[in-house]
């Protein structure tokens, strides 16, 4: 479950207090900054990391033919414009292939998260407004861990979301030219059939 910080009296913290807070805490957790609100993120099940893993995979596997210049990666800290209280961690975001020493990218095209019973409907809300506001995302994409079900967000269709259920649906992205079975998603866990 997604724990949070005591929270002060105004309820934010500022981007430089959440650092200075989380310095102190172990390295093996991670936290997030969900505007404003410290939030530690448990450890996420296995289940939870092979579906990531197998899209970072799919999508990985296809830019190295087809989009050199992109690549996804696995857990990752973003910077949304505008949002200066926001620091989540991705589960899977596709960025500029030649990466760099920072922590948190700038610039990314695509997010995904894996939902886990931690998340609250306001945390996804949340998250679905930043990611949808950065100027160069082209998709956000939800993943169900417990059942075979993405949501899908695409700028070229306004935002408008997509749900795609069971292992033959088809999820595709084509900005990206790509498109892969749900079943590659869920390869290797409860739901793979």
């Known amino acids: 479950m997604n724990t949070p910080f005591p ?3 105004d309820g934010k913290f500022s981007v430089e207090e959440f650092f200075a807070l989380i310095e102190s805490r172990p390295e093996e957790k991670r936290w997030q900054l969900i505007d404003g609100e410290a939030m530690r993120m448990p450890m996420p099940t296995l289940v939870h990391q092979r579906i990531a893993s197998n899209l970072a995979y799919a999508l990985n596997t296809h830019f190295r033919d087809q989009r050199p210049q992109l690549c996804a990666c696995f857990s990752v800290g973003l910077l949304v414009p505008e949002a200066e209280l926001f620091r989540p961690w991705a589960d899977v975001a596709v960025l500029d292939a030649m990466a ?19 998340n609250t409907d306001k945390d996804i809300a949340v998250k679905r407004q930043r990611y ?3 100027p160069d995302n082209l998709y956000f994409v ?7 079900r993405l949501e899908v967000f695409a700028r070229a269709t306004g935002w408008q979301p997509i749900t795609l259920e069971g292992l033959e649906a088809t999820l595709a992205l084509p900005e990206f030219g790509f498109t ?9 866990t409860p739901l793979s059939g």
């Open 7 to 9: 929270v002060r009296q």
């Open 100 to 118: 760099d020493y920072e922590s948190y990218a700038n610039k990314f095209y695509f997010v995904a998260e894996v939902l886990s019973d931690s």
């Open 132 to 134: 949808l506001q950065h």
């Open 142 to 148: 939800l993943i169900e861990q417990k059942q075979v």
């Open 180 to 188: 892969t079975e749900i079943a590659n998603l869920y390869r290797g």
